[in-house]
């Protein structure tokens, strides 16, 4: 009986592998196509101060096939893979800066947030595409995100990209803070301007463990003269909690989700 059960445990097994292996090329092998038939699409979602007022959003790459939304887990590692998050993340950085300037002519003046993959980063060409893509933008409400994974290979060349870039006038964010490689030692090496808290901390708030990480976290931004933002806040009480911590800005579901840029327009617009 066991012995059955197992064979057919091997079965099911193999057949999902066999699924997401053929998924996986199957994303490889549109994913080209896809950029030029229009198929990616940026989202926005907003960020909050502690007056609820929106101060800026971060801009989300969704994948739109037949009409199904595809999530940035399923294909961003994959385009990592085979070199093509280059040519995606160019695309990323251009929507941004054309964005950016259709809003200011509609009078909606917003930070925008990206996001940039290490693989991106660590493209010889990324500071020379990125300082190209931004010539003529308003660089003082342009921000890159970035994980702690962009310093773990080649520091003296992360930190001279990441100067190099600030000095360009955008600011960097890091990203998912508190989950990765990040010590006290980077924080003093790497210029960066605001620390994002993972969401893993926010889920945890509730606890007074929880909020001893996140009341470390925070206390050392503010010695190090580092804004703070939380991701992932879903409810009314971690927003309070947040607060009365004294975290300055605030994302999550509690106020929107990610929304295509149309929807994110009106919700702006009638926003007060
Ligand atoms: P991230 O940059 O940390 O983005 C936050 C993720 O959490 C987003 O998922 C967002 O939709 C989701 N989120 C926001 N608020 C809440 C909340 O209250 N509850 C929950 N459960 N989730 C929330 P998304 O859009 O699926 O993106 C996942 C990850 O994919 C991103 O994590 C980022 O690492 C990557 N990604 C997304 N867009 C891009 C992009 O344009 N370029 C690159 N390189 N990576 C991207
Ligand atoms: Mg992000
Ligand atoms: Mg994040
Ligand atoms: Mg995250």
Redesign the pocket.
């Known amino acids: 009986e066991a012995k059955k059960m197992g064979k057919n445990k091997y079965v099911i097994f193999d057949e999902n592998l066999k699924n997401k292996i053929n998924k996986e090329i199957q994303i490889k092998t549109t994913m080209n196509q896809a950029l030029v038939n229009n198929e990616f699409k940026?989202?926005y979602?907003p960020k909050f101060d502690k007056n609820k007022n929106i101060i800026g959003c971060?801009?989300?790459?969704?994948w739109i096939r037949d009409g199904q939304i595809i999530?940035?887990?399923d294909f961003?590692p994959i385009a990592e893979k085979s070199g093509f998050?280059i040519q995606?993340?160019n695309w990323?950085m251009e929507e941004v800066a054309k964005v950016q300037q259709e809003w200011l002519n509609k009078g909606i003046k917003l930070e925008i947030s990206?996001?940039?993959?290490a693989v991106?980063f660590r493209n010889e060409k990324f500071v020379n595409d990125l300082k190209e893509i931004f010539k003529k933008s308003q660089r003082n409400l342009i921000e890159m995100?970035i994980?702690e994974s962009v310093f773990i290979q080649e520091k003296d060349k992360a930190k001279t990209i990441i100067n190099e870039i600030r000095d360009y006038g955008i600011r960097i964010s890091l990203?998912?803070f508190g989950t990765g490689y990040s010590s006290l030692s980077f924080l003093r090496e790497f210029e960066i301007d605001v620390l994002?808290i993972?969401?893993s901390f926010v889920d945890e708030i509730y606890s007074e463990e929880g909020k001893v990480y996140v009341q470390t976290i925070l206390n050392m931004a503010e010695n190090l003269h580092l804004e703070t933002i939380a991701?992932?806040?879903?409810t009314e009480e971690q927003f309070n909690i947040l607060k009365s911590l004294g975290c300055k800005y605030f994302?999550?579901?509690?106020f929107s989700?990610?929304l295509p840029k149309e929807e994110f327009e009106k919700f702006v617009l009638s926003y007060s």
């Open positions: 940026l989202f979602q971060e801009a989300l790459i969704r999530s940035p887990l961003i998050i995606l993340g990323i990206f996001n940039v993959s991106q995100e994980t990203d998912d994002k993972d969401k991701e992932g806040v879903e994302q999550g579901y509690l989700k990610p």
